[in-house]
T-cell receptor, first 111, second 119 residues
């Protein structure tokens, strides 16, 4: 059974600060996805990384897939209140399998 | 217009009642999923379907059943609801690796969720 551990579980910061959240596993994944979930809504896909060492940027968000494809990180530069939400990582072993979700990091950005 | 819709959005029911949650999608995806979300436990897969004739149990299927009525419709039933089934329920869709569109990595598109309370 593949498990994904996310840390920290909760993060409360001020607007303008930088932050990094982590997604770690002892298993190898063929892909790693990040989702953001806002209160009262379903998760929304932010990015998919598939190559070891891959880095993808989405405006102020930078996603990295570990070289061994067992871990990933999400870095947010100059966080804004609109970044508030639950960040979930999810890993897939193959295109024929289901996804394994981490429990999430709840981010609160205060003005 | 929402691509994945769920009805109802909120439901309060009593122990022992039969409940059906419905999911419809206009994305044309073959794969559909039901998850439940509980504080501190994350998203857990209940059932999934890779096409109309395919139904598979997820990690927490006990007490639940599903029906895939068409490519676009996937419903979840609680045969006899109990209080520990109180949770947020999400339906999701994805393409499969044989599709020409999409990366084949099961990127999932979620509905808005149903908040179910069992008293």
């Amino acid at each position: 059974t593949q498990l994904l551990e996310q840390s920290p579980q909760f993060l409360s910061i001020q607007e303008g600060e930088n932050l990094t959240v982590y997604c770690n596993s002892s298993s190898v994944f063929s892909s790693l996805q990040w989702y953001r979930q806002e209160p009262g809504e379903g998760p929304v896909l932010l990015v998919t990384v598939v190559t070891g060492g891959e880095v993808k940027k989405l405006k102020r968000l930078t996603f990295q897939f570990g070289d061994a494809r067992k871990d990933s990180s999400l870095h947010i530069t100059a966080a804004q209140p609109g970044d508030t939400g639950l960040y979930l990582c999810a890993g897939g072993v193959s295109g024929y399998s289901t996804l394994t979700f981490g429990k999430g990091t709840m981010l609160l950005v205060s003005p | 217009d929402a691509d994945v819709t769920q009805t109802p959005r909120n439901r309060i029911t009593k122990t022992g009642k039969r409940i059906m949650l419905e999911c419809s999608q206009t994305k044309g995806h073959d794969r559909m999923y039901w998850y439940r979300q509980d504080p501190g436990l994350g998203l857990r897969l209940i059932y999934y379907s890779f096409d109309v004739k395919d139904i598979n149990k997820g990690e927490i299927s006990d007490g639940y059943s599903v029906s895939r009525q068409a490519q676009a419709k996937f419903s979840l039933s609680l045969e006899s609801a109990i209080p520990n089934q109180t949770a947020l329920y999400f339906c999701a869709t994805s393409t499969g690796p044989t599709r020409t569109s999409g990366s084949g990595y099961n990127e999932q598109f979620f509905g808005p969720g149903t908040r179910l309370t069992v008293l």
